[in-house]
C-alpha cells in the first residue's frame, strides 16, 4: 500500500521556441505499509514447518525540488522529462515474526521482535513521455493530459528489525495524468 502526496509551486520558462523548462520547489507527504508472510518447510529426516511474517508501516514529510522539461512539437504536442529530488523526515515501524508451525496444535514462536526508528528519507524520481497540452482564456488557463514511464527509488527504504541493514525500495511503471492549469 503506497500512498504520496504533493504540493509543489513552479514557473515554465521558455528557453527557445521548442524547448521549456519549469524549476520547482514544495512539500510531499508520504506514507505506506509493507507486508509478506512466507511459509517452507524442511525436507529433513525430521521435517520442520516455519511461518514467517513481516511488516513495516511507514510515514513522512518533507521537501521536493526538481525541473520538469518539454521538448514541443508543435503548439499541443510535446516529449517531457522530469527530475525530482525529495528529502523526508520519517518514521518507520517494523516488525517481524517467526513461528514454527509442524505442530499446528502446539505453534513455537522463535522470534518476535518489532522497532521504530526515525530518520531522512531520500528519493529520486525520474520521469519521461508524451504530452498534450492547450491553453485557454487569454493563456491565463490550461489542460493537458499525459502518459509516460516513471521510476522511483526510495534510497535505504526497506528496514528491518531483526538487521541493522537497510535495502532500496525501486517503484515504476505507466504513469497517466490530467492536469488542469489556474
Known amino acids: 500500500q503506497y500512498n504520496l502526496v504533493n504540493l509543489d509551486l513552479g ?3 521558455f528557453i527557445s521556441e521548442n524547448l521549456t523548462l519549469r524549476p520547482f520547489f514544495g512539500l510531499s507527504g508520504a506514507w505506506d505499509k509493507t507486508s509478506s508472510l512466507v511459509h517452507y518447510t524442511t ?11 513481516y511488516t513495516q508501516r511507514y510515514y513522512g514529510v518533507g521537501y521536493r525540488t526538481g525541473m520538469n522539461t518539454a521538448w514541443c512539437f ?12 525529495m528529502n523526508l523526515w520519517s518514521r518507520y515501524k517494523a516488525s517481524a515474526q517467526e513461528t514454527d508451525v509442524t505442530d499446528p496444535l ?7 521482535t518489532q522497532g ?7 528519493v529520486v524520481d525520474i520521469q519521461m513521455g508524451i504530452r498534450w ?7 491565463t488557463m490550461g489542460f493537458g493530459l499525459q502518459a509516460g514511464w516513471d521510476q522511483q527509488v ?18 515504476q511503471g ?3 495524468r490530467a492536469r488542469f492549469d489556474f
Not at 74 to 85: A, C, M, Q, R, V
Not at 133 to 139: L, W
Open 11 to 13: 514557473r515554465n520558462y
Open 43 to 53: 525436507t529433513d529426516e525430521a521435517p520442520v514447518s516455519l511461518s514467517q511474517s
Open 74 to 85: 508543435d503548439e499541443n504536442f510535446s516529449i517531457y522529462g522530469d527530475l525530482t529530488l
Open 106 to 112: 502446539l505453534p513455537d514462536v522463535n522470534y518476535n
Open 116 to 122: 521504530v526508528q526515525y530518520g531522512l528519507q531520500y
Open 133 to 139: 497540452a492547450m491553453r485557454f482564456n487569454d493563456d
Open 154 to 171: 526510495w534510497i535505504n527504504h526497506v528496514q528491518s528489525p531483526v538487521s541493522t541493514s537497510a535495502s532500496n525500495l525501486s517503484i
Open 174 to 176: 505507466l504513469d497517466i
